[in-house]
C-alpha cells in the first residue's frame, strides 16, 4: 500500500478538481489551494498555499504546471500562486505536475505525467472530440461530405481521423513514414506526405508542432479551408499569414480541459497512481 495518504492540489482547471474529487471517493484526503473561482457543483475547503504543501505528503500541479516560469498556472485563483514558494518541498516529498520541463527548478522526486504514453493515449480522445466539437462551431456545413485532411498520424491524428471518417467526412490523412501512410490506406482513408501537402479542403486539423502551414501551404491548400491546431505552443500554423489570407485559423489548446475536464481529471489520476506503483511511493 502507498505510503502516500493525502495529496495538495495547487492550481488548475476543474480537471484538478474532478481529478480531487475522484482521489476522495478513492479513500485519500485531500488539500486544495488555488480555487477561489472554482464553478458549481465543488464544495472544498481552500487553505493558503504554504499549508497545503506543509501538510500534504505529495503535490499534485496543472497541465501546463506553468506559462511564465513564475505562477503556477492556476486560472481559477484570484491571486498568484508563486512557483518558489515550492522550493522547500522539493527533494523533500514527490511532486506531480504536466510538463515539468517548465519548471526553474527539478528534483529526483518530480514526475512528469503528461510524458506517459497511457496518458498521451487516453488524451486524445477528449482533444479528438474537442476539435471535431470546435469545428461544429465554426465550420458553415456540415463534417459529413466535407473535405477534411489531418496533418500528422500520431496518436490524436489516428483517433481524430477515425471519427470524422465515422461522421461521414472524406478524410485525408498525411503522415512521414511510409508504414504510417499504409496504415492509413488499409484503413479506407486517402493519404499523403507531410512534406509535400496538396489537395484543397473545407476543414484542415494539424496534430504536428512543427511549422508545416506556413503562408506558401495555406495558400495552396487552405483557401477556402477553416484551420484547427491543436500542436502545442508554439504550434504548426503561420497565423499572420492566415490572417493576411482571409484565411480561418484557431489554435484550439487544452481541449481535455474545456470539453471533457471529468475525463480528462480522471486520466491525470491514473496516470498519477501509474507512477505511485512503479516507483514504489
Known amino acids: 500500500m502507498s505510503k502516500l495518504q493525502c495529496f495538495g492540489i495547487i492550481g488548475g482547471d476543474q480537471r484538478q478538481l474532478y481529478c480531487g474529487r475522484s482521489m476522495e471517493e478513492d479513500g ?15 464544495h ?39 512557483i518558489d514558494e515550492l522550493s522547500e518541498v522539493f527533494g523533500q516529498k514527490p511532486v506531480f505536475c504536466g510538463m515539468k520541463k517548465l519548471l526553474p527548478f527539478t528534483s529526483s522526486l518530480l514526475y512528469d505525467y503528461s510524458e506517459r504514453e497511457e496518458f498521451a493515449v487516453e488524451n486524445a480522445v477528449p482533444t479528438s472530440e474537442g476539435a471535431i466539437e470546435c469545428a461544429m462551431h465554426h465550420y458553415e456545413g456540415t463534417i459529413q461530405g466535407s473535405r477534411c485532411l489531418v496533418i500528422g498520424y500520431g496518436r490524436i491524428g489516428r483517433i481524430l481521423s477515425s471519427m470524422l471518417r465515422g461522421l461521414g467526412a472524406d478524410v485525408t490523412v498525411s503522415a512521414r513514414s511510409l508504414r504510417d501512410r499504409a496504415y492509413i490506406r ?16 473545407d ?79
Open 28 to 42: 485519500y484526503s485531500v488539500n486544495y489551494c488555488g480555487f477561489s473561482k472554482k464553478p458549481d457543483g465543488f
Open 44 to 82: 472544498l475547503t481552500e487553505r493558503d498555499m504554504l499549508s497545503v504543501i506543509r501538510q500534504s505528503d505529495a503535490l499534485l500541479l496543472p497541465l501546463p504546471c506553468t506559462r511564465d516560469g513564475m505562477t503556477i498556472h492556476a486560472p481559477l485563483s484570484e491571486q498568484a500562486l508563486l
Open 186 to 201: 488499409s484503413c479506407g482513408m486517402k493519404e499523403i506526405s507531410s512534406a509535400a501537402l496538396c489537395g484543397q479542403y
Open 203 to 281: 476543414l484542415i486539423f494539424n496534430t504536428v508542432p512543427v511549422m508545416l502551414l506556413h503562408a506558401q501551404v495555406l495558400a495552396k491548400i487552405a483557401a477556402h479551408a477553416l484551420v484547427i491546431d491543436l500542436a502545442s505552443l508554439p504550434g504548426g500554423v503561420d497565423f499572420e499569414a492566415a490572417r493576411r489570407l482571409s484565411i480561418p485559423a484557431i489554435h484550439a489548446l487544452s481541449l481535455p480541459g474545456k470539453v471533457a475536464p471529468k475525463a480528462s481529471g480522471i486520466i491525470i489520476k491514473n496516470a498519477v497512481y501509474n507512477i505511485i506503483r512503479e516507483e514504489g511511493l
